[in-house]
């Protein structure tokens, strides 16, 4: 295994106090007692890597929940785009997250391309953190098969006794790990306890739900009729609290605030979601998912079904936000659970 290197732990603060005096690091903290966030730090005493899901996943860094994308003049027909990013280090991103931004990357590259989020993504340095447990009972990283580093980082950081080890991926990380001088070259003995947490893993994380990965998708094929719809679609309070925390939920809206001289004004961006009742209301006041059930069917389908179709993959990434964030208490394992149930019984 090439491209490991060590840093101690007590190295940690060292660490994130360089990078911090020329680039913003944003790592998660804790929030209260049991809650999360991704929020700037300029040390890393503040930094919580024994975390539970973030409230809300790193997207908000690339995806702001509110961004100006242009400035007008109507008087001197002037429409200005407002192209803005910042220099950001994002530590201690969990693997589910990782895939999170790896599905958005694909989103916002299509043609048309998005080059607001390009922009911002070029600008983000990324570090991952290994997880060795779940995190909570919420999570289903095992079934989408995220539980284990896949690409979309700088570095890669793996907890073991009193050090890192951490992967070195791209040659901004390299930049970044020379930048610091506190890291060494990992041994063998490095190496083969790395091998053997990989090994741990295979007995902790196990498939959650009793489906294979691939027969997800025709499940939900075969599933558009299905009483659960209906079943949680009584539950569900239209709240949008699933979609908003979703780290691949990217729907929004466009709104233009024009000024007081009829002239001037800008246009925003802002996130929005498919579980509002008016998001899918079109001229004439018809609501072609007036439903609640209609929206929570179609909520999954976009994770399970759709963009396998397109991209050949899933966009759930197993974080279990939806389920922590419900009002309700709607939860994603219970809903396939109850899927698969139903099919038996057909």
């Not at 730090?41 to 690339?62: H, Q, W």
């Not at 896949?150 to 040659?171: A, C, K, M, Q, S």
Request: proline content about 3%; overall charge neutral.
């Amino acid at each position: 295994m090439e491209n490991l290197v060590i840093l101690k732990k007590e190295d940690l603060n060292d660490f994130v106090m360089q990078i911090a005096r020329t680039k913003k690091v944003v790592a998660p903290v804790k929030k209260g007692v049991k809650s999360f966030a991704f929020e700037e730090v300029t040390s890393g005493e503040r930094i919580d890597l024994d975390y539970t899901s973030t409230i809300l996943p790193p997207k908000k860094y690339f995806l702001p929940q509110k961004e100006t994308i242009v400035e007008y003049d109507k008087s001197k027909k002037k429409w200005t785009p407002t192209l803005y990013s910042e220099e950001i280090v994002l530590f201690g991103v969990h693997t589910c997250d990782l895939f999170g931004i790896q599905c958005l990357d694909i989103i916002f590259s299509e043609n048309p391309k998005d080059f607001n989020y390009i922009l911002r993504k070029n600008r983000i340095l990324i570090i991952g953190l290994e997880c060795s447990n779940y995190c909570d009972e919420n999570a289903s990283c095992a079934l989408m098969d995220n539980h284990n580093p896949n690409g979309g980082y700088d570095l890669f950081f793996t907890e073991i006794d009193d050090r890192f080890i951490i992967h070195v991926n791209t040659y901004h990380g390299e930049k970044l790990i020379n930048k610091t001088g506190l890291c060494t070259k990992a041994d063998k003995r490095d190496i083969s306890e790395l091998r053997l947490l990989k090994e741990r893993k295979r007995n902790v994380f196990k498939n959650e739900v009793d489906i294979p990965y691939a027969e997800l998708k025709p499940l939900f094929e075969k599933s558009m009729k299905s009483k659960v719809w209906d079943e949680i679609g009584e539950k569900c309070v239209s709240c949008g609290n699933c979609t908003n925390v979703c780290p691949t939920c990217y729907c929004f809206d466009i709104i233009d605030d024009i000024n007081l001289d009829l002239n001037t004004g800008t246009r925003t961006r802002v996130w929005d979601s498919c579980q509002n009742g008016s998001f899918a209301e079109v001229a004439g006041g018809e609501n072609f998912r007036e439903d609640r059930g209609e929206r929570q069917r179609h909520r999954l389908n976009r994770k399970f079904n759709y963009p396998v179709s397109k991209f050949r993959r899933y966009f759930c990434t197993g974080c279990g936000r939806c389920t922590r964030a419900c009002v309700a208490g709607i939860d994603l394992k219970e809903t396939i659970n109850s899927l698969i149930e139903e099919k038996k019984g057909n």
